[in-house]
């Protein structure tokens, strides 16, 4: 058996039929439902706690670490009156945080309330694990009524779908992903185009005829025909308009409305959008 | 999973996400260079699809460039009469440049590749960084691995 030729090249078998495997994952891709879904439902909740653990750690330790370090060989009277300093500076902290985050879902219910569509909030606790992709992962799945293509808003305006959900915890791919698109028009001039992401940040506004009246600083809204995000929301402002160069089209470079990087809460519309028609007529 | 955990959990914390190492094909490397078996190979992939069920919109992506290092990695251990820190240092720099710019490739088309010019410092500071960080990752794993009774060295076929 060690001897024979599969024995002898068992690595390279194994590895090159999982390199298959990969691409035919790849070419075929992942339905939710699918056999090969559920280990991705199975890690993100493997991962959904430690990474909540990691946010509640980050939030709350630095301070007390400070003031902890900063109580070693002091004297021994002034011992418990730090100690007492630094709770109250650390729930201080606490009740900071939960300010911010209490605003943030204030403003959250009010866009809810504006959108008049089912929708709930959730915590954002991670981040892409590559960072060659944008994406989050929040602290709610389909317990709370997240389904994949679901779309994800926060106040400052659209942030992305939903790609994958667990139980407990759910993948947005923001629009700014090379692999996102949604239908978007121009607000001034009703021009129409393809929102896309770009591999490194930022978006484009594609398919966009060269005779279209599109100006730096218009407001590109989404229009409702892609099906998942209702008509009328942020998406971002025109940077600049380049129609120089071959091509059926104009190069149109959006500035997000959405600062990514800074996402704490989102608001997920779990109902789907209504029929363009209605929306419109709304 | 702790590693997938930093790799999520860490850059949503801080803005530089260049400085954060990647893991993954750290520990891909590692399973190259020092285990030949199927088992390794069947851990890579499943490192990988772990990966792509945290990162990215397509599933099998980093499946594909972590078994892919994996394979590289042996390729080279089963070789070369040293694998030492440098030459897996060296497979991690360009392996974490490889899974990069393979995800980019594949996920979005060649012609994606073009656009991801502005990307490349990034890249290579995360390549060069994950290089810095991989000795010394090897020399804590080659100590838990002493700790439970695993090879720590190269098992040559």
Known sequence: MRGTFLWRNRVLLTSGALLILSLHLISTGVHPGDFAARPTSIFLEIIRPIDAGFKHLSAGASGIVNDYLALVHVREENVHLRIELARVKSDRARLAELETENRHLSELLELRDVLGLNAVAANVIGSDATGVSHTLILASGESNGLRPGMAVLSNQGVVGKIIAVSPHAARVLLIDDHNSALDGFDQRSRARGIVAGLVDDGLILKYTDRSEDIRAGDTIVTSGLDGIFPRGLLVGTIKYVHREGPGLFLNVSIAPAVEFRGLEQVLIVTQPPPHIDDQVKG | MLGLAFETAVPHLISARSLIPNLIVILAVDLGLRHHGVVPAIIAFGMGYATDALAGSHPGLNAFMVTLVFLVSYEFSSRLLVTNAFVGATI?????????????????????????????????LRAMISALVAPLVFSVLAGSKRLVGLPARAARE
Do not use: H, N, R, W
């Open chain 2, 92 to 124: 991690v720099f360009f392996g974490v440049i490889a899974a990069d710019l393979g995800a980019i490739a594949i996920g979005s088309g060649l012609g994606a590749l073009g656009e991801s010019g502005p990307m490349v410092p990034s890249i290579l």
